[in-house]
């Protein structure tokens, strides 16, 4: 199965920022019914470490793992955006703000914590964010420009991160995740 742990937005914070996604260029050419990949805001989340496959046998390894995560709770709000990519591989994304050092440990927790239980995870560096869109090249790029430009001006409400969340995602054109279990902060 294919697993991440995140952090998911409140649903006030996430009502806020879906004000600000639905004014976007990637928003009004979704409803003209070009393919935007806009991500539905029930996917909206910070990955904190993506294990990617793992077998079903070594799941209640990664709960475990999970479970030993040492943090307490702190204050992020979405604040800022960019993009990833260019042309075909762009990728709109919100940034976050507030306490980004205790997001960062978060990560480094997580991430410390598979590793010891000899789990599998991406080691690329810490990025947090929520992704948007996906527009590729199916808008121009002064929309996206604009887009990216309206992103970076947003900032949300402050929500208070209180759990870890196990997910199991589901990918392809229109990706879904199950959630697996939370572990509190």
Do not use: Q
Request: net charge positive.
């Amino acid at each position: 199965m294919r697993l991440f742990t995140a952090v998911y937005p409140t649903d006030e914070v996430a009502d806020h920022l879906a004000s600000c996604v639905a004014g976007l260029h990637v928003s009004h050419a979704a409803a003209d019914g070009v393919n935007t990949r806009l991500a539905p805001r029930s996917n909206w989340h910070v990955t904190l470490a993506f294990l990617g496959e793992v077998p079903d046998e070594r799941l209640p390894g990664v709960e475990a793992a999970l479970a030993r995560v040492a943090a307490s709770p702190f204050e992020v709000k979405v604040a800022g955006g960019g993009r990833f990519g260019r042309g075909r591989f762009t990728i709109l994304w919100a940034a976050l703000g507030g306490d980004l050092p205790a997001l960062t440990g978060l990560s480094r927790s997580v991430r410390r914590e598979l590793s010891r239980a000899r789990l599998p995870f991406d080691r690329k560096p810490f990025r947090p964010h929520l992704t948007i869109a996906r527009p590729g090249d199916r808008i121009g790029r002064d929309e996206v420009a604009a887009d990216r430009a309206a992103l970076d001006a947003y900032e949300g409400p402050l929500w208070r991160v209180t759990e870890v969340v196990l997910m199991r995602s589901h990918p392809g054109p229109n990706p879904t995740y199950d959630r697996l279990g939370a572990w509190p902060l």
